[in-house]
């Protein structure tokens, strides 16, 4: 099957989100409760699950880790750079900077899983579960000095993160699940990719924005182009091969996290600006994406 095809339902998915969200009666209110759901019930039951029941290679997913974290580390870097000719206070650049490195884990586990079946989501869980701490702790320490507490209590609570710290201790020490709660969290989880899709697509927001658009279109080069081919050479280096090369593409070339907007916004931070970034790379990564999967299957 043609890789267009192949990505099409899930990119589909996203688009029927943001028709609905602007052409059904529905309000503000049932599409942050959706995303709620699907956030603090759906996915973590999807992580969980899948990290339960697949055979992981140690071995091979600690290089993997290593990838995905110098990878963001890039991102940071080379988004930095536009901000010279960025032309935003530096609150706003701050905000903007998170989408040069943050990913949207809701694309990731659908793709890994279209792609890799159990196994590809369970490497792209296990990979975006352990770089969740590291892009909270990188977006958070540029918007605020004073952050630290917050952010601790912040990752103590998050459900991605959560779940896959019980999906991982499950698997290393060999917990079977009874058939009932196996079929339990299969229910939930067969929920979580659809509705999580449609939630991204249902978050698309455009508007004007301050700044220069050259810096804004950096931002969007870096995290779907540059940052592929970072993790590409870093895979080389590090000696990921097969499945763990292929997740460690994908996940760098994913569009930019809708959590980076609600930090932005929490925190008094350029939340359009942001907004405008993770609606760009998430209908721009429909073709790149495409392309990636595509170059590593071939």
Same mark, same amino acid.
């Given at each position: ?7 099409? @339902? ?56 290593a990838c995905g974290l110098l990878t963001m580390v890039s991102g940071f870097l080379l ?102 709660? +196996? ?28 700044? +220069? ?14 940052? @592929? ?10 000696g990921l091969e097969g499945l763990w090369r292929q997740i ?51």
């Amino acid at each position: 099957m043609p890789t267009f095809l192949l990505l099409l @339902p899930d990119f589909a998915l996203i688009v029927l989100g943001a028709v609905l969200r602007r052409h059904l009666d529905l309000s503000d209110a049932f599409w942050s409760g959706l995303e709620r759901l699907v956030y603090f019930v759906l996915f973590p039951a999807l992580l969980f699950g899948a990290l339960l029941r697949t055979h992981i290679d140690w071995g091979e997913a600690w290089p993997l880790f290593a990838c995905g974290l110098l990878t963001m580390v890039s991102g940071f870097l080379l988004g930095w750079t536009s901000q010279p000719f960025a032309r935003l206070s530096p609150m706003a650049f701050a905000s903007r900077l998170q989408c040069a490195y943050r990913f949207n884990t809701y694309v990731g586990i659908a793709v890994a899983g279209k792609v890799h079946g159990a196994a590809g989501i369970a490497a792209m869980g296990a990979l975006a579960g352990a770089m969740v701490p590291f892009a909270n702790i990188m977006a958070v320490g540029m918007m605020a000095r004073h952050g630290q507490g917050r952010l601790v209590q912040e990752l103590l609570r998050n459900p991605l993160v959560l779940a896959t710290m019980a999906g991982l201790a499950g698997n290393l020490a060999g917990l079977t699940l009874p058939v009932p709660a +196996h079929q339990f969290l299969q229910r939930l989880a067969d929920a979580s990719i659809a509705l999580g899709l449609l939630a991204v697509g249902a978050a698309l927001r455009w508007g004007r924005v301050e700044g +220069h658009w050259a810096g804004s279109v950096w931002l969007v080069v870096v995290k779907l182009i540059l940052l @592929p081919l970072t993790a590409l050479g870093l895979a080389q280096v590090l000696g990921l091969e097969g499945l763990w090369r292929q997740i460690a593409v994908l996940f760098a070339a994913l569009p930019s996290a809708s959590s980076a907007y609600i930090l932005a916004m929490r925190m008094g931070g350029d939340g359009p600006g942001v907004a405008w970034l993770i609606s760009a790379t998430t209908i721009v990564a429909a073709a790149t994406l495409t392309f990636w999967v595509g170059w590593l299957a071939a």
